[in-house]
């Protein structure tokens, strides 16, 4: 179920920093009291393929979250031992070392679980053994959750497993979003800073429309 426009679950979940030390991490308090905008991104597994990519490129691409007051929390249901070992895997050898914002370990699941962002959509029950088995790896899917200053989620998206994602994308609806806080005018496709955006009633669609599409 999509929660935008609604807050952030107010969750706390175990998170690591990059010196290796652990700590309490509630995403939507921290946007509140911080009065941040938040970009969280989950991805499947460490030690994978797909994901350090993804995490390099939001590291790349910090300095200019930091600019649009903006946290990036990256998120795995894999531990905070096992983070903080790929932490201290170099580059060549498919780490993440040089990854400094915070990375969330919900071990268990508490956090994707309220997302409904996990990979166990086919559960069957064993009669013979009265359980229940999942198919899949129950980690998440590629979800991304951007979060402004009071905590209501103004963005959600999931990739499936294999499709990195494009993190440019992420700064230009931080960019958006702030525009409508800022100016209160709505932003048409393909919107970027800079660019004209338009009143959201009948005679500033119809400029714009008037004024940019062929």
């Not at 951007?146 to 989620?153: K, P, S, Y």
Request: charged fraction near 25%; glycine fraction near 6%.
């Amino acid at each position: 179920m999509a929660i935008v426009g609604r807050k952030f679950p107010n969750i706390e979940v175990n998170a690591i920093d990059e010196l290796g030390d652990v700590f309490k991490l509630n995403v939507l308090k921290k946007a509140q009291e911080e009065n941040k905008k938040v970009v969280l991104f989950w991805y499947p597994k460490d030690f994978t393929f797909v994901c350090p990519t993804e995490l390099h490129a939001f590291q790349k691409a910090q300095a200019e979250f930091d600019k649009r007051n903006t946290i990036v929390i990256g998120a795995s249901c894999d531990t905070a031992e096992v983070h903080f070992a790929w932490l201290n895997t170099e580059k060549d050898n498919g780490g993440i070392e040089g990854v400094t914002y915070p990375i969330i370990a919900d071990s268990n699941r508490n956090l994707a679980t309220a997302l409904n962002i996990l990979d166990n959509t086919t559960e069957e029950y064993n009669e013979e053994t009265n359980s229940i088995l999942l198919d899949g790896d129950n980690v998440t899917f590629r979800a991304t959750y951007l979060i402004d200053e009071e905590g209501t989620v103004f963005h959600e998206s999931i990739n499936h497993m294999p499709l990195g994602r494009n993190v440019n994308e992420f700064l230009r609806l931080v960019d958006a979003y702030t525009h409508v806080q800022e100016k209160g005018e709505v932003c048409p496709a393909d919107w970027e800073e800079g660019k004209e955006a338009m009143s959201a009633d009948r005679n500033g669609v119809a400029d714009y429309l008037a004024n940019h599409v062929n």
